[in-house]
C-alpha cells in the first residue's frame, strides 16, 4: 500500500476519534426523531482514543523533525491537525499555492512511511494490541 494511502487512512481515523472525543466530554445532544439511525458505530475505549490521537500527532512531528522541513511541519499542523481549510492554510503557512501543494505531498508520503513503521498503521491492529 502506499504511503499516502496509509497517511489517509490515519487521518481518517485521526479526525473522526478527535470529533468524538469533542462531542463526548459530556454535552447532550437533542435527537432527530425524523432522521434514521447511522447504526451502531464501533469505538475504542476513550483511554485508547486518546492514545491514538497522541501517537498520530507525536509520530508525525517526529516524521518532519528536520530542520529544513520546519515548513512541512508548519503545514502539518495547521492543515492536518487543526483543520484549517485549503486557501486561509496557504496563507497561513506563508508560501505559494505550488510550494503548498509539492509539500503537502512530501508530507502526506512521510508520515505515511513512518506510521507504518511505528505501528500506527492498520488502525485495527493498533487498537486490539495492547
Not at 481518517?12 to 476519534?17: A, E, H, S
Not at 466530554?25 to 435527537?31: D, E, N, W, Y
Amino acid at each position: 500500500m502506499k504511503s499516502t494511502d496509509i497517511f489517509d487512512e490515519c487521518h481518517g481515523r485521526y479526525r473522526g476519534l478527535r470529533e468524538w472525543l469533542a462531542d463526548s466530554t459530556g454535552a447532550v445532544r437533542s435527537l432527530d426523531f425524523e432522521k434514521p439511525s447511522a447504526g451502531y458505530m464501533w469505538r475504542p475505549d476513550r483511554a485508547r482514543a486518546c492514545e491514538y490521537v497522541a501517537d498520530f500527532e507525536r509520530i508525525g512531528r517526529h516524521a518532519l523533525r528536520r530542520p529544513e522541513w520546519r515548513g512541512r511541519l508548519k503545514l502539518f499542523n495547521i492543515y492536518f491537525l487543526r483543520g484549517a481549510e485549503y486557501r486561509p492554510a496557504i496563507r497561513l503557512v506563508g508560501v505559494a499555492e505550488g510550494t503548498f501543494d509539492y509539500w503537502y505531498r512530501e508530507v502526506k508520503r512521510a508520515i505515511g512511511a513512518e506510521f507504518s513503521r511505528t505501528g500506527l498503521y492498520p488502525p485495527s491492529r493498533y487498537f486490539n494490541v495492547r
